[in-house]
């Protein structure tokens, strides 16, 4: 019994110091996840009135524009997948891989090749151990990501879509984020960035058509989209961005959360065995004891006699 009890109490406390840690990981990620909302929240007037000029540049503009116009014969695609560099975070990271899987196979079921571009660790890792060859990977911001890390992704991918498929280029590209809902819902979310589709664009600007014809463009309206374009690009990602670490932290704060509350149950039901073992070790205790008088009294009685 005593060796039982011993077990017991190792296992408690294990497990306690697992909850102390559990539980600061989920406090940590409660206050990043804050901070994170804060700047999706900073980052939307910027990236709302950009695509509003996006949407009046390209409409104005009439010349076709290789970032606006779409192939006849599309043969080559880009997905870019943003997961995080760390996990403990529930399904995040597999539910970003689920939904990208699913759209390569749809593109390459349309006949189309696919070059994957990855954010974070654990996607890197996902396609590395199944050997699937990476046209370019970013790692190490996933938790706090910053412009210059949207404008350091955006560049080869607008580079790509500007080149022609037969040099290497890429006739669209798509984009795999975790969309922040709320604390307890993130969702993975895909969208095709490039070429743009001026009528999606434009709803999700709410640009009214009737505002358009006002614009003046000088020196021309190409040269403007030449311009914005790229920072719409960058925009849009580094919002991707934003939105996917702010579901990171919730995730991780929601797992780490289930965590503790489950250490606290395993503490409380092994503490219950723990006072079972000890209350059994006393009364084999009291037991043996009352055995030994017992006898003792036997045998006191034997040798009155």
Request: glycine share 6%.
């Amino acid at each position: 019994m005593g060796a039982q009890l011993r077990v017991y109490k190792r296992r408690i406390k294990s497990v306690t110091a697992t909850k102390k840690i559990t539980k600061a990981m989920e406090m940590i990620a409660a206050s990043r996840v804050v901070k994170a909302q804060r700047k999706v929240q900073a980052s939307t007037p910027y990236a709302t009135e950009l695509t509003r000029a996006v949407t009046a540049v390209a409409t104005g503009a009439n010349d076709k524009h290789p970032l606006t116009t779409e192939a006849e014969n599309p043969s080559r695609a880009a997905v870019l997948l943003l997961s995080s560099d760390r996990g403990l975070a529930g399904a995040f990271n597999s539910n970003a891989i689920k939904a990208a899987e699913k759209l390569i196979k749809k593109l390459e079921g349309e006949g189309r090749a696919v070059d994957i571009y990855v954010v974070g660790r654990r996607g890197v890792a996902h396609f590395n151990f199944r050997e699937r060859k990476l046209s370019d990977t970013w790692t190490g911001f996933t938790d706090e990501p910053t412009y210059a890390d949207a404008k350091k992704i955006a560049a080869p991918l607008i580079e790509a879509i500007e080149k022609d498929t037969a040099e290497g280029g890429v006739d669209e590209l798509h984009i795999i984020y975790t969309e922040f809902v709320s604390m307890m819902t993130q969702t993975a979310i895909e969208a095709r960035l490039l070429p743009l589709s001026l009528d999606e664009v434009a709803k999700e600007a709410g640009e009214p058509d009737t505002l358009r014809p006002l614009y003046d463009f000088e020196p021309s309206a190409e040269d403007v989209l030449d311009a914005l374009l790229p920072r719409y690009v960058e925009s849009r990602i580094y919002n991707a961005l934003l939105q996917s670490a702010a579901s990171k932290h919730a995730a991780t704060r929601r797992a780490m959360k289930s965590a503790t509350d489950n250490a606290g149950d395993l503490i409380n039901n092994l503490s219950r065995l723990a006072n079972a073992a000890r209350q059994a070790e006393i009364t084999q205790e009291i037991s043996e004891i009352v055995g030994g008088t017992a006898a003792l009294a036997d045998a006191t009685a034997g040798s009155d006699k």
